[in-house]
C-alpha cells in the first residue's frame, strides 16, 4: 500500500507522461520522414523527390517551428501551460489526416511547415508544464520526460519504418496523438499558473490532485502560499516583459546559460544526425536493411539512456551530467570526423571499419542526449522566474530552432559540395567549445526551490 506522498509521485509522474505523450507526437512527426526518405527519392515513388525536395522535406519542419515559439511564449501565460499542450493533439491530427487523403509534393511540404509550428509549442509550453506541476526534488526528472518520450517517438517511428509503407507508417503517427487528446484532459493545470493568474482555489486543487492530497491540506497550503509570496515578490518589480528578461544580471545570466547548452546540443549535429543517420549508414556499407536495423537499435538506445538519465538526474546532479555528456559527444564526434577524414580526403577504403562509424555516431546521439539534450528543457522550466519563463521559453526555441534550420539545411549541402568530414570536423569544434563553457558558467541547481535558483545566479 503506498502511502499518500509515494501516491502524490504516481501522480505527478502520470501527468507528466501523459503531457508527455504530446511530446512523444512530436518526435514522431520530426523522423516520419527518415525512413521514408530514402523510398520517395527513388524513380518509381508514387510521391517522386528530388535530393534537393527531400532536403526540404527534412528542413521545412525546422523552418515552422521557426514561426510558433515567440507567439506561444506570450500566450501560455495568457491561456494557460496545459490548453497550449494540449491544442497540438487536434492540430497533429489534422497533418495526418491531410498526408493521408492528400498525396502531392505540395501538400507534403507545407504540412511538413504546419507540423514545425506545432512542435514548437510542444517545446516551448511542455518544458513549462513539467517544471512547474512536480516538487523540487522531483524536478529535474519530471522535465526529463520530455526528452524521453520524444526519443520515444523517435524510436517507435524508426522501429515502425521498417515494417510499414507511406500510409501504414502515416496512421502508425495518428493515432497517439487521439490517445493523448483524451487522456490529457483528465490532468490538472499548472499551479503555478492558476496562482499567477489569482486563481488560488484552483491552484490549491491543482496541488492537492499532484500531491494526493485534499486542498485544504496543511502541506498543500503551504506550499501554495510559497508559490503566492513568490509570484507577490516578483510583480513588485517584473511585469514579464522583455526588458524584465535582460534587464538585469540575473536575467541575462539565466539566459545565456540556457542558450549555451541548447546550442551545444545543436552544433554538435544531434538533430542532424538523428535526421540523417539512416542515409549516413547506407552510404557508409550500401547495405539498406543493416542500416534500416542499426538506426532502430540506435533510437531504442538513446530512449533507454534519456530512461536512464531520468533516474540519475536528482542524484548525480546537472553539471556532472552536463560535462560527461560535452566530453563524451566530444570524444565521439572527433572519431567520427577522423573517420570520413579518412574515407573522403585520402584513398584508404573504410568500408571495413564502418563499425567505427556506427558506434561513433551511436555515442555522439547518446552521450550529447544524455546531459545537454535532456537538461536544457530542465533549465527552460527552471531558471526564469515565473513572469518572463514563458518568453525566455519562446525565445531559446526559436533560437535553438534557428540553428537546427540552418543545419539541417547545409548538411545535405555542404555534403554535396566539400564532404563529410568537413560537416563533423565542424562539429567537433563547436562541442569542444560548448564543453569548456558549460565548465566554466553552468552552477548545479539540484534540490534547489525557484527562488534558490534565482539567488544562486
Same mark, same amino acid.
Given at each position: ?23 512523444? *507526437? ?84 507545407? =504540412? ?218 566530444? =570524444? ?47 533549465? *527552460? ?16 526555441? /526559436? ?5 537546427? *534550420? ?19 570536423? /565542424? ?31
Amino acid at each position: 500500500m503506498l502511502s499518500s506522498k509515494q501516491s502524490g509521485v504516481v501522480k505527478q509522474f502520470t501527468a507528466a507522461f501523459i503531457g508527455g505523450l504530446s511530446i512523444f *507526437c512530436g518526435g514522431a512527426a520530426y523522423t516520419w520522414i527518415t525512413p521514408l526518405l530514402e523510398r520517395l527519392e527513388r524513380p518509381d515513388s508514387f510521391l517522386p523527390l528530388t535530393a534537393d525536395t527531400g532536403g526540404w522535406v527534412v528542413t521545412l519542419i525546422e523552418v515552422g517551428n521557426l514561426v510558433g515559439p515567440l507567439p506561444t511564449g506570450m500566450l501560455i501565460d495568457r491561456f494557460g501551460r496545459k490548453t497550449m499542450v494540449w491544442i497540438t493533439g487536434p492540430a497533429f491530427l489534422a497533418t495526418w489526416a491531410t498526408l493521408l487523403t492528400v498525396k502531392s509534393v505540395p501538400v507534403l511540404l507545407v =504540412v511538413r511547415f504546419i507540423q514545425g509550428i506545432v512542435m514548437s509549442i510542444q517545446f516551448t509550453a511542455l518544458p513549462l508544464y513539467l517544471a512547474e506541476i512536480g516538487t523540487k526534488d522531483l524536478r529535474g526528472a519530471l522535465t526529463s520526460i520530455f526528452q524521453a518520450m520524444w526519443y520515444l517517438g523517435i524510436f517507435c517511428e524508426y522501429l515502425a519504418g521498417k515494417f510499414l509503407d507511406y500510409d501504414g507508417l502515416t496512421w502508425f503517427s495518428l493515432v497517439p496523438n487521439a490517445v493523448f487528446m483524451v487522456a490529457f484532459l483528465f490532468c490538472p493545470e499548472s499551479p503555478h499558473y492558476l496562482a499567477m493568474k489569482g486563481r488560488e482555489e484552483d491552484a490549491a486543487k491543482s496541488l492537492g490532485w499532484l500531491r494526493n492530497a485534499s486542498a485544504d491540506d496543511e502541506d498543500v497550503r503551504q506550499e501554495l502560499k510559497e508559490i503566492m509570496a513568490s509570484i507577490r515578490e516578483e510583480s513588485k518589480s517584473q511585469k514579464g516583459s522583455w526588458k524584465d528578461l535582460f534587464g538585469t544580471r540575473v536575467g541575462r545570466k539565466a539566459f545565456w546559460i540556457v542558450q549555451l547548452v541548447g546550442m551545444t546540443t545543436i552544433m554538435s549535429g544531434l538533430w542532424t544526425i538523428l535526421v540523417y543517420c539512416n542515409q549516413t549508414f547506407i552510404r557508409a556499407n550500401g547495405d539498406e536493411d543493416l542500416s534500416n536495423n542499426i538506426t532502430v537499435a540506435m533510437g531504442g538506445l538513446l530512449f533507454l539512456v534519456n530512461i536512464v538519465e531520468l533516474f540519475i538526474v536528482e542524484q548525480c546532479g546537472r553539471r556532472p551530467l552536463l560535462l560527461v555528456s560535452a566530453f563524451g559527444g566530444t =570524444v565521439c564526434l572527433a572519431i567520427t570526423s577522423g573517420y570520413y577524414i579518412m574515407d573522403e580526403v585520402t584513398e584508404m577504403n573504410m568500408v571495413e571499419y564502418a563499425w567505427v562509424l556506427y558506434a561513433a555516431i551511436t555515442g555522439v546521439t547518446c552521450f550529447i542526449s544524455l546531459g545537454c539534450g535532456a537538461l536544457w528543457p530542465v533549465f *527552460c522550466g527552471e531558471y526564469f522566474p515565473n513572469s518572463t519563463r514563458g518568453l525566455a521559453s519562446g525565445i531559446t526555441i /526559436f533560437n535553438i530552432t534557428a540553428l537546427s *534550420c540552418v543545419s539541417l539545411k547545409m548538411y545535405q549541402v555542404v555534403e554535396d559540395h566539400i564532404g563529410l568530414y568537413f560537416i563533423y570536423s /565542424f562539429f567537433t569544434a563547436s562541442s569542444i567549445v560548448g564543453t569548456i563553457l558549460i565548465y566554466i558558467l553552468v552552477p548545479e541547481t539540484k534540490g534547489l526551490s525557484f527562488d534558490e535558483i534565482q539567488k544562486l545566479l
